[in-house]
């Protein structure tokens, strides 16, 4: 079974530093995008960042010059480095993975993390 495990949520001050992490696991043929999402209360869940199989970023334009999205294909793990962090960057935010699991799949799926808080506030 394919999981998705963020880590690095945390409560950070204004003009702050962060740096999530995500680790996909189990039993996984292939990994094609992996990204980043996030939802703040009251609000729908948008895109913060996606990064291709070969390594193609996009971003968000609220996040643009401030996060920087990374991966390692030998370690399954996605990474979503954070600066100058902003109240308004509060959020939960959620780990994504479009992957082709081991066995008999012959197409890929969408998996989702648990979420991991973060809170930007003096």
């Known amino acids: 079974q394919v999981q998705l495990v963020e880590s690095g949520g945390a409560l950070v001050q204004p003009g702050g530093s962060l740096r999530l992490s995500c680790a996909a696991s189990g039993s996984i043929f292939s990994i094609n995008h992996m990204g980043w999402y996030r939802q703040a209360p009251g609000k729908q869940r948008e895109l913060v960042a996606l990064?291709?199989?070969?390594?193609?970023?996009n971003y968000a334009d609220s996040v643009k010059g401030r996060f920087t999205i990374s991966r390692d294909n030998a370690k399954n793990m996605v990474y979503l480095q954070m600066n100058s962090l902003r109240p308004e960057d509060t959020a939960v935010y959620y780990c994504?993975?479009?992957?082709?699991?081991?066995?008999?799949?012959?197409?890929?799926?969408?998996?989702w993390g648990q979420g991991t808080q973060v809170t930007v506030s003096s």
């Open positions: 990064i291709t199989s070969s390594d193609i970023t």
């Open positions: 994504n993975a479009n992957l082709r699991p081991a066995g008999p799949y012959y197409r890929a799926y969408d998996y």
